[in-house]
């Protein structure tokens, strides 16, 4: 079955969202949970990427991704009709949601997007919101409004201070960890190195921390463990385990190691992709 | 006319005047598998064993003494008529020998290349026992092989009883999962398959890669199911996208059979297998095989590790894919690392003897006992102990005893896992009333029905690792028995 792009645009320097028909994923998936996309069967590589959203009736999810690879970049180069041939899932396990108290939620660059599905279930559950958004710089923050409608208080920060305040995500973070009464839970989600220091942070205060983790898959249902990062001294696989664990016992320092295995080889494959295009460019 | 064809005519001969003997047939050379070059195929990925000449059936085929006992059959998993049909084989009957073969076991292609004849039908062989030499039993698989290759042609596509109304969904697209769905369909039913990957044929295409096993050839047996009638699903974790009771309460499906595989790879629990080159032989295979990373940057999108060293470990078939797999990659050298000896390999003989002619290096009686890295977390070496044989344990096989102080290093960059895989948790966890056993295998009764009612279940998922026949013959046995179900069901 071919996933044809009913809509597409790009959020902000190399971010790119489409909103994707796959009506059984759309009606069965859960906050938390994500789905393998692949462009064409026979070639192509499986892509894992949390579902930023669905609409059940339209038989629409919403995905949100990054311009890194060959593969990232060729989606980008889609157009509102073009279809995907894969598209897998939902996968994972479901965010754990109840009524905590106060949940702070931590996104930062384009993990921002998978935390909006999770914050959006934990404010209708009435949990009051905390959201902290963080990017490198103005142009890159994405989902602000979304977030706005959801939050009982939103802050902002930038690397570079383009946008509201300048700060990392860590440093508001601490700031409400230190209010009384505590926070009952964190959420964080992004690139793994802010993660780890969230629940640096977070440990501090002992202040229960959930992380999502986005690491290489190939099935993404647990028969290739090529996800696997070390929780509490053991190997979990994110696919099926996870992908959300307790920050406070992931070994992000492996994870961000395993997380650079094909780094040398995405670039080559981008910058041959890239070349391609320009030469169809000139031909054309 | 060449020797063999002279041979074969004077057999002929002798036999049709009524004077061929067992001691002729014991004469009659085994014969040789023609294949690909050792070294040429170090660079290709095709098919390495090449398969018989008309010729050679025939001659091998008069090998056969036609035993009254039929010890071949009893040594086969799913009581194929060997003698019958090596017989027909013999005769010049192709099509005839074919019929016999799908009368047991659909995949004749598939299981002529992959079975372990050596510890099945052809152990039990009375040529073999004769000579006192497994190696020189009729060679009941090839010829199985030379059969299904020869004489499958378009019309092959099975009769399909009046449709009953009734569906049937089978979880999983691989050898049981196949074997499943033919036969439900065959009684009429309304059969849809499911696939979790984008490719039908389980593990025969993610996993057994296609110097072993054509893909084209597991292709062909999905063609027959969609002719058929059969509907094929791919992209479709059921647990997921669809659990079982919604396929049951909401899609209508009145019968299942789960034939998911093991598919959960085991590691080692040592230290430093989280570096980076350390892969599960699934995911090195996958990549390889269904993936096609042999491909990375001319055309394919699946990168995978470029390797010059490479530690593979275990001792089964797929430790020898996933170190031939390695060869054909590129590495320049290829260690196997086993714990026990040779003789205890659960590989299958060919197997070992291709890996060996194709360069991969047997380190035996080692294991590892910590995975090396750099400070990048890329691996540089393994520290292995060498072991030595006990008394047999509870498998029947030599238990290994590692020896004290006996470590020593080996430098690779590249490690792969092959010691097996536990149960995919996936159903178990979102199949309320499934029962599983202490390691999350699902528990089925003699006729392949779980604790569920119109619930079936088979192979990897429920014997734990085992091979494409026994799950071929437990989707059979399941089959029948949800044929049953359902012709009782209102």
Redesign the interface.
């Known amino acids: 079955?071919a996933h044809k792009i009913v809509s597409k645009k790009q959020l902000a320097e190399n971010v790119f969202t489409a909103e994707i028909e796959a009506p059984?994923?759309s009606r069965?998936r859960k906050p938390g949970?994500f789905v393998i996309v692949?462009i064409s069967?026979?070639?192509?590589?499986?892509i894992p990427l949390t579902i930023a959203g669905a609409d059940a009736e339209k038989g629409t999810i919403r995905l949100i991704w990054q311009r890194v690879g060959?593969?990232t970049a060729e989606m980008a180069d889609m157009k509102v009709g073009d279809a995907f041939?894969?598209?897998?899932?939902?996968?994972g396990r479901p965010t754990h949601i109840e009524k905590f108290g106060t949940v702070v939620c931590v996104g930062g660059g384009i993990g921002v997007a998978p935390l909006l599905p999770i914050a959006n279930g934990m404010a209708r559950v009435g949990n009051r919101i905390i959201s902290i958004l963080g990017a490198r710089t103005k142009e890159l923050l994405i989902l602000e409004e979304d977030f706005a409608g959801i939050s009982d208080e939103l802050i902002i920060v930038t690397d570079d201070g383009s946008y509201k305040r300048k700060a990392l995500v860590t440093e508001p973070l601490k700031e409400v960890c230190v209010r009384e009464p505590k926070p009952d839970l964190v959420v964080a989600i992004g690139p793994a190195i802010m993660m780890k220091f969230c629940c640096e942070v977070t440990r501090q205060y002992s202040v229960p921390t959930q992380v999502s983790l986005n690491t290489i898959m190939?099935?993404?249902?647990?028969?290739?463990?090529?996800c696997?990062?070390?929780v509490d001294g053991k190997?979990k696989?994110v696919c099926?385990d996870g992908p959300e664990f307790d920050g406070h016992k992931v070994?992000f320092d492996?994870m961000i190691?395993?997380l650079?295995?094909?780094k040398g080889?995405?670039q080559?494959?981008r910058e041959?992709y890239k070349k391609h295009k320009c030469k169809i460019g000139l031909d054309g | 006319m060449d020797e063999d064809a002279k041979l074969l005519q004077q057999l002929l001969k002798k036999q049709k005047e009524g004077r061929l003997k067992p001691s002729d047939r014991y004469k009659i050379p085994p014969q040789a598998m023609p294949q690909q070059d050792g070294t040429e195929r170090r660079d290709n990925v095709n098919e390495v064993a090449l398969g018989f000449t008309e010729t050679q059936a025939r001659l091998e085929a008069m090998r056969c003494l036609q035993c009254r006992n039929a010890p071949c059959m009893q040594g086969c998993p799913v009581r194929i008529r060997i003698g019958d049909f090596i017989e027909a084989i013999a005769k010049g009957r192709y099509a005839d020998a074919l019929g016999i073969i799908k009368e047991n076991s659909l995949l004749p292609a598939v299981c002529g290349r992959v079975c372990p004849q050596e510890v099945q039908c052809q152990e039990t062989c009375t040529v073999g026992k004769k000579f006192k030499d497994v190696s020189k039993a009729v060679s009941i698989g090839r010829l199985e092989r030379f059969v299904a290759d020869r004489a499958a042609g378009p019309d092959a596509v099975p009769k399909v009883a009046p449709e009953t109304g009734k569906k049937v969904a089978v979880i999983g697209s691989g050898p049981g999962g196949i074997v499943a769905a033919s036969d439900t369909r065959r009684a009429g039913h309304a059969v849809t398959v499911f696939e979790?990957?984008?490719?039908p044929g389980g593990v025969m295409v993610?996993g057994i890669p296609e110097f072993r096993l054509p893909k084209a050839i597991v292709q062909k047996e999905i063609d027959v199911l969609e002719k058929m009638g059969v509907k094929i699903?791919?992209?479709?974790?059921v647990g997921?996208?669809?659990t079982i009771a919604q396929l049951m309460t909401q899609d209508g499906f009145d019968a299942v059979y789960i034939g998911v595989?093991a598919?959960?790879?085991r590691?080692m629990?040592i230290g430093g297998?989280?570096?980076?080159?350390v892969?599960?032989a699934?995911?090195y295979l996958?990549?390889a095989n269904l993936?096609?990373a042999y491909?990375?940057?001319a055309?394919?999108?699946?990168?995978i590790?470029?390797s010059k060293k490479v530690a593979v470990i275990g001792g089964g078939n797929v430790a020898m894919d996933s170190a031939r797999t390695a060869v054909r990659l590129g590495a320049e050298e290829v260690y196997l690392v086993y714990r026990r000896s040779e003789a205890e390999m659960p590989a299958r003989v060919e197997e070992v003897h291709h890996a060996k002619e194709e360069g991969v290096r047997f380190h035996i009686l080692r294991n590892p006992k910590r995975i090396l890295g750099n400070e990048?977390?890329?691996v540089t070496a393994i520290e292995c102990l060498k072991y030595k044989l006990g008394e047999p344990d509870e498998s029947g096989r030599c238990r290994p005893i590692p020896i004290e102080g006996s470590e020593f290093t080996i430098d690779v960059d590249t490690v792969i896992i092959a010691i097996g895989n536990g149960a995919?948790?996936?159903i178990g966890q979102t199949t309320p009333g499934l029962e599983l056993n202490k390691w999350g295998n699902i528990v089925v009764d003699d006729n392949c029905k779980t604790s569920l009612e119109g619930v079936y279940a088979g192979g990897d998922i429920v014997l734990g690792a085992a091979t494409v026949i026994l799950a071929m013959g437990q989707g059979r046995i399941a089959a029948a028995a949800i044929n049953e179900y359902l012709a009782a069901k209102k």
């Open positions: 079955m059984l994923v069965s949970q692949g069967g026979e070639y192509s590589e499986r060959k593969s041939e894969i598209v897998t899932g939902p996968l190939v099935d993404g249902t647990g028969m290739c463990g090529g696997r990062v070390e190997a696989f099926v070994n492996l190691k395993r650079s295995a094909y080889q995405e080559a494959a041959a | 979790a990957f984008h490719k993610y699903v791919c992209n479709f974790v997921r996208t669809r595989g598919g959960l790879p590691f629990g297998e989280q570096f980076v080159g892969y599960s699934n995911e996958t990549r993936m096609k491909k990375f940057g055309g394919a999108d699946t990168p590790a470029k990048d977390g890329y995919n948790p996936l």
